[in-house]
């Protein structure tokens, strides 16, 4: 029977029949079409005298189905007729892929020519049961000293990076994905602004780190679903590639943008909005997208989403429901970035709830040794800046005062240092040895 089950599949997804209706209106972003009963996330298109208009079904109102495009809406009219092409999306993935930069759809936008695609995967796929997840056990080098050393991150876990504007995400994100341990990295570019997008990818991530990507994008503006879509068929080409039996990195930038999209979408459909203009939609996505993610029963996806926040305000909505979702979060702080300590990363504001499992216990006294030593110079800064405290007073705080060159000298990292993860532990011990010299 294996033989069949590629044949079953795609007549499992066959429309046997026509479905077919016609434009009854258009309001703002959506189009209201009649005699055509189909589900929520179907494909249509419509036929309007300037060509065909691809759209996606977002709800329906009684017998009147809601529909928003895949491109502009010029040119569609009154009594344009609708056609269904397909009730479920799926989007081609394959190793072919790899070093190549797609869209949502999986079109090359690389100039390229197209790739040959192994498969077809569900664009909305379940998330692994909770019981089917292994235990994450191993650590996954991300290339970056503060992390690794500080908050290390397990293969399979999911961390967010949260920060302003400005403060370096997406310079560490190249970063990642040009230096980690990971088999193949997967980058989601949603919402990003059409210039970044070629300098990340020439600048940040290098040829290096493309040769083992996936990049699929969705730049700003680009139409609300695809920048949505393209969040989840970068999570997707993640779950092939894991499904092989590979350690997968997915990166992410970012969550913020998509949440954005998606409230385009959820307002234009009518739904009313719920907290600070997010409707509910908004945060039934964010589970649905970062619960893919983590270890399966073969491979594993590493989950790195950048959370930009609004303000620099880490309780707002999207920032607070990330957090609460995600195995722990990163805080690049404006701070530091001002000061010219990139990666801004700040290990005090910052946590990852899986050190404890993948790191040994030299590592965890190490490490807690060192935020011990910034927590009590952050303490102390104001009397030592002002030169109101006096040596001998305290014996942790000359400590750390001492060890502060050290510290911020092993934190500090330029582009093009990558370091393994071994060599980072022996830094890290060397360093918190001088804390107590």
């Given amino acids: 029977m294996a033989l069949f089950d590629k044949y079953h599949a795609i007549l499992g997804e066959t429309e046997p029949a026509r479905r077919t209706g016609q434009v009854r209106q258009v309001v703002g972003l959506v189009a209201e079409c009649e005699g055509l009963s189909i589900p929520v996330g179907a494909l249509c298109e419509i036929g309007s005298s300037a060509g065909r208009v691809r759209c996606e079904a977002v709800g329906f109102r009684e017998d009147v189905s809601l529909l928003m495009p895949l491109s502009e809406m010029e040119g569609v009219r009154h009594g344009d007729p609708v056609v269904c092409l397909a009730t479920t999306q799926r989007v081609p993935v394959g190793r072919a892929l790899l070093g190549r930069i797609i869209d949502s759809e999986g079109r090359p936008v690389d100039g390229g020519p197209p790739a040959v695609p192994d498969a077809a995967a569900p664009l909305f796929a379940r998330p692994p049961r909770p019981l089917e997840r292994d235990l994450i056990r191993e650590p996954l080098s991300t290339g970056v000293r503060a992390i690794d050393a500080l908050l290390t991150c397990g293969k399979g876990q999911r961390l967010g990076l949260f920060s302003g504007s400005g403060v370096g995400k997406s310079t560490l994100l190249g970063m990642m994905a040009r230096y980690t341990s990971a088999d193949v990295t997967v980058v989601g570019l949603v919402g990003e602004r059409g210039r970044e997008v070629r300098s990340f990818v020439e600048k940040d991530l290098g040829p290096d780190g493309l040769r083992r990507s996936v990049v699929v994008v969705e730049t700003s503006d680009r139409p609300a679903l695809l920048r949505v879509k393209a969040a989840f068929a970068a999570t997707?080409?993640?779950?092939?590639?894991?499904?092989?039996?590979?350690?997968?990195?997915?990166?992410?930038?970012?969550?913020?943008?998509?949440?954005?999209?998606?409230?385009?979408?959820?307002?234009?459909?009518?739904?009313?909005?719920?907290?600070?203009?997010?409707?509910?939609?908004?945060?039934?996505?964010?589970?649905?997208?970062?619960?893919?993610?983590g270890r399966a029963?073969?491979?594993?996806?590493?989950?790195?989403?950048?959370?930009?926040?609004?303000?620099?305000?880490?309780?707002?909505?999207?920032?607070?429901?990330?957090?609460?979702?995600?195995?722990?979060?990163?805080?690049?702080?404006?701070?530091?970035?001002?000061?010219?300590?990139?990666?801004?990363?700040?290990?005090?504001?910052?946590?990852?709830?899986?050190?404890?499992?993948?790191?040994?216990?030299?590592h965890l006294a190490?490490?807690?040794?060192?935020?011990?030593?910034?927590?009590?110079?952050?303490?102390?800064?104001?009397?030592?800046?002002?030169?109101?405290?006096?040596?001998?007073?305290?014996?942790?705080?000359?400590?750390?005062?001492r060890a502060m060159p050290a510290i911020n000298a092993f934190l500090r990292q330029a582009v093009t240092d990558g370091a393994g993860f071994e060599q980072v532990k022996q830094g890290l011990l060397a360093v918190a040895k001088e804390i107590h010299a």
């Fill in 366 to 401: 190490a490490a807690t040794r060192v935020r011990s030593a910034l927590a009590t110079h952050k303490d102390a800064e104001d009397l030592i800046n002002v030169g109101a405290y006096v040596k001998g007073s305290n014996p942790e705080i000359d400590a750390a005062v």
């Fill in 297 to 362: 029963a073969r491979g594993s996806i590493t989950g790195l989403y950048t959370v930009l926040v609004e303000g620099d305000d880490m309780n707002e909505p999207i920032s607070d429901t990330s957090r609460s979702i995600l195995d722990g979060h990163v805080w690049l702080a404006r701070s530091l970035a001002i000061r010219g300590h990139y990666p801004a990363v700040d290990p005090l504001t910052s946590i990852s709830r899986l050190m404890v499992d993948v790191a040994d216990a030299e």
């Fill in 236 to 293: 997707a080409v993640a779950e092939f590639f894991r499904d092989q039996g590979n350690d997968v990195l997915l990166l992410m930038d970012s969550v913020t943008r998509a949440c954005n999209a998606q409230r385009e979408i959820g307002l234009s459909a009518g739904e009313p909005p719920a907290t600070k203009g997010y409707p509910p939609s908004v945060f039934a996505l964010l589970p649905r997208l970062m619960e893919r993610a």
